[in-house]
């Protein structure tokens, strides 16, 4: 019995550990609600990026996957106002693992009108 409880130890940190490789990034969409929204044109901006599960269990570029697809619009944006933003996720077998791919589009408006 004494020998069991040590590895029930190690086998709970390692799923805790295994449990905390799953959690993603919080990403705020749009530009801030305490700006005023600019009038004017707006042009349709979008960015994409992509990560993959290997062999269902090694995540590569998947967590955080929204903060770069976000950040990759924001250049887009070239500092105008960013709203209206819509996300897609989508995923592809592959033959070792899953591909798993966040799309956002949005609209940016001049901020100097």
């Known amino acids: 019995m004494k020998t069991l409880r040590p590895a029930m130890m190690v086998m709970g940190c ?3 550990l295994l449990a905390s ?5 919080p990403v705020d969409l749009g530009s801030r609600a305490g700006q005023a929204v600019p009038t004017g044109p707006s042009r349709e901006i979008q960015a994409s990026n992509c990560g993959f599960q290997l062999l ?17 619009l924001e250049q887009e944006a070239h500092g105008d106002y960013i ?13 070792v ?10 609209k940016a408006i001049a901020a100097h009108g």
């Open 14 to 16: 390692a799923l805790g």
């Open 56 to 72: 269902l269990f090694i995540p590569i570029n998947v967590n955080d996957r929204l903060q770069r697809a976000y950040a990759k």
């Open 21 to 25: 490789g799953c959690s993603g990034v």
């Open 83 to 95: 709203t209206d933003v819509q996300v897609r996720e989508r995923w592809t077998y592959g033959f």
């Open 97 to 106: 693992g899953t591909g798993y791919c966040t799309e956002l589009k949005a």
